[in-house]
């Protein structure tokens, strides 16, 4: 079982329409949380992070972290065909926390296709 | 442009070769992180580099990879005797270390490298 789950998808939805992604894992040091957005081609590129538990909010877009259940998701309000792209959850521990701590764990990403 | 940069974009090579890549990271960031992206699947960690000392290297880098950063400035990535399997996506990022305990890895566009 791999660190960290995610569906592949790919996901289509409506221009207008909210859409939610998510993903699971397994290691409960993670402690930090990010949303990457990869266009075609390109590198990913940070949409937000949460540190721990809880909610974020910014613009369009709400990041959720439930620890309890190793679960986190990103929602997306009002979508647009602009955010046609793969979304990547990634992980991370603390600093200074040992071996791994800096580097990110990403689950495989979700391909999202915004129809207009 | 004050990203990440990488060359080359894209390279072509016969197995057995050998490749060297390029990362130039973002002025005065003291981090470098490496990461292999496969198609359908989430960059996976390499290694990484604080200033000039490589600080971590994952299983994933066989002997075949040596990774540098001599003056912690710009980094390479080199691929000896290069296998079919190591056609991928190579994700050079970096960050800056501050303060504050989470510092956000600013990602290159890639090099996409296909071994023939």
């Known amino acids: 079982q791999k660190e960290v789950e995610q569906d592949p998808g790919p996901l289509s939805v409506p221009e207008g329409a909210i859409v939610s992604l998510n993903c699971t894992y397994s290691?409960?040091?993670?402690?930090?949380f990010m949303w990457y957005r990869q266009y075609s081609r390109k590198g990913p590129e940070l949409l937000m992070y949460?540190?721990?538990?809880g909610n974020k909010e910014d613009g369009r877009f709400t990041a959720q972290v439930d620890k309890s259940s190793k679960y986190i998701s990103l929602f997306i309000r009002d979508s647009q065909p602009s955010d046609s792209a793969t979304y990547l959850c990634a992980m991370r521990r603390v600093p200074h926390s040992g071996a791994g701590s800096y580097q990110l764990t990403f689950g495989k990403g979700t391909k999202l296709s915004v129809i207009p | 442009d004050t990203g990440v940069s990488q060359d080359p974009r894209h390279k072509i090579t016969k197995r057995g070769q050998n490749v060297t890549f390029r990362c130039d990271p973002i002025?005065?960031?003291?981090?470098l992180y490496w990461y292999r992206q496969t198609l359908g699947q989430g960059p996976e960690f390499l290694t990484y580099f604080q200033n000039e000392a490589q600080l971590e290297k994952s299983r994933l880098l066989s002997d075949r990879f040596s990774a540098e950063r001599p003056k912690g400035s710009f980094s390479t990535l080199e691929i000896q005797r290069t296998e079919q399997g190591d056609s991928a996506m190579y994700l050079c990022?970096?960050?800056?270390?501050?303060?504050?305990?989470?510092?956000?890895?600013?990602f290159g566009p890639g090099t996409r490298l296909t071994v023939l």
């Open positions: 990022a970096s960050s800056l270390t501050t303060s504050v305990e989470y510092n956000e890895q600013f």
């Open positions: 002025s005065e960031h003291n981090r």
């Open positions: 949460t540190y721990s538990s």
């Open positions: 290691n409960s040091a993670f402690q930090y």
